[in-house]
């Protein structure tokens, strides 16, 4: 039972365009969304958050947005640099403290 | 600040075998959690330890087993090992808490293959 899901597996983008990733969740008692990049042979380093209560959370070129109503949560990246490509992972946690994920969106920027 | 420390990296088992991965949290965590990741399948929740005692469960048999020591270090083992447990698995720590950003940071995992 999928309950964070990422439909796109792949997405590619121009530098210095936004890259825009989506991810859909089907409990609404999660209480936390969090957005997690993995780099080949590393694991997954956190990059943003956003508590239920807010509905967007900005840090320097990456922004959350959450759709509460929509259960749907996306990630912005602008402008989107090559260092960028990786995968990206969404994930949600519930009151019980434990974390969903879902499948991956794997990023490419394109110089 | 020392980050999640997971061992072995690389190990290389046959069928039938059985294996223990090893994970030291961040100094001061008390929550480790366990997954799997497998191509196509994201990151599987194995379990959560929270002050030595199993918190959370994800639904993977009872081959997948783990243990957590009074330093908070932890232990994973799956016994019996079969071909479709190749996979990365990654060990991440958090302060356990359950308000706030609680965040999970990972280890870069142990690559298991099984042959």
């Known amino acids: 039972d999928q309950q964070v899901k990422q439909n796109s597996p792949s997405l590619s983008v121009q530098e210095g365009r936004i890259s825009i990733l989506n991810c859909d969740y089907t409990n609404s008692m999660f209480d936390y969304f969090l957005w997690y990049k993995k780099y080949p042979a590393e694991g997954p380093t956190f990059l943003i958050s956003i508590s239920s209560i807010k509905d967007k959370n900005e840090d320097g070129r990456f922004t959350v947005f959450l759709n509460k109503s929509a259960k749907h949560l996306s990630l912005h990246i602008v402008p989107s640099q090559p260092g960028d490509s990786a995968v990206y992972f969404c994930?949600?946690?519930?009151?019980?403290?434990?974390?969903?994920f879902g499948t991956g969106t794997s990023l490419t920027v394109i110089p | 600040k020392a980050g999640v420390t997971q061992t072995p990296r690389y190990l290389i088992k046959t069928r039938g075998q059985q294996v223990t991965l090893s994970c030291s949290p961040i100094?001061?965590?008390?929550?480790v959690s366990w997954y799997q990741q497998t191509p196509g399948q994201g990151l599987q929740f194995l379990f959560e330890?929270?002050?030595?005692?199993?918190?959370n469960k994800g639904n993977f048999p009872g081959r997948f087993s783990g243990r957590q020591f009074s330093n908070s270090r932890s232990e994973m083992n799956v016994s019996t090992l079969e071909l479709g447990d190749s996979a990365l698995y990654l060990c991440a720590s958090s302060s356990g808490g359950g308000a706030g950003a609680n965040v999970l940071t990972f280890g870069a995992g142990s690559r298991l293959t099984v042959l």
């Open positions: 994930a949600a946690r519930n009151t019980g403290n434990q974390f969903y």
């Open positions: 100094s001061g965590h008390r929550s």
């Open positions: 330890y929270f002050s030595e005692t199993q918190r």
